[in-house]
C-alpha cells in the first residue's frame, strides 16, 4: 500500500506563499504521476496541479496558473506545491495524489484517475 503524507500546510496573508510537500513511502515513487487537488468547506474536492513521471510535463487549473509551481524530487519521493500570491479563496484542504503508470508523460486531471491519496493538510488564507 502506498502512503503519501502532506506537510506544509498553515495560516498565511493574503499575498503570501506557501509549501507543500507530500512524501509517498516505498520505493516506486518515480513510477508515479502525481496530482494535488483541494477542498473548500461545503465545496467538492477540485483539481489544482499534475506532473508527469518525468517532470517536464505539468498542468494547473485556471486558478492557480501562475501563482503555484508543482514539482518533484525522486530522490526524497517527494513532491511539492510551491504556492504565492495567496489568496483567500485558496483556502481549504489540500490534498496530494498518486497513480503507478508506464508512460513517462501522462498524468490526470481528475480526482477519480488517481489511485492514491494522502489525509490532506489544511491551508487558511487570511484577507
Known amino acids: 500500500q502506498v502512503l503519501l503524507v502532506e506537510t506544509g500546510g498553515g495560516l498565511v496573508q493574503a499575498g503570501g506563499s506557501l509549501r507543500l510537500s507530500c512524501a509517498a513511502s516505498g520505493r516506486a515513487f518515480n513510477s508515479y504521476a502525481m496530482g494535488w487537488f483541494r477542498q473548500a468547506p461545503g465545496q467538492e474536492r477540485e483539481f489544482v496541479a499534475a506532473?508527469?513521471?518525468?517532470?517536464?510535463?505539468?498542468y494547473y487549473s485556471d486558478s492557480v496558473k501562475g501563482r503555484v509551481t508543482i514539482s518533484r524530487d525522486g530522490a526524497k519521493n517527494t513532491a511539492y506545491l510551491q504556492m504565492n500570491s495567496l489568496k483567500p479563496e485558496d483556502t481549504g484542504s489540500y490534498y496530494c495524489s498518486g497513480k503507478t503508470i508506464q508512460s513517462f508523460w501522462d498524468y490526470g486531471l481528475t480526482d477519480g484517475w488517481y489511485d492514491y491519496w494522502g489525509q490532506g493538510t489544511q491551508v487558511l488564507g487570511a484577507s
Open positions: 506532473i508527469s513521471r518525468n517532470s517536464i510535463k505539468t
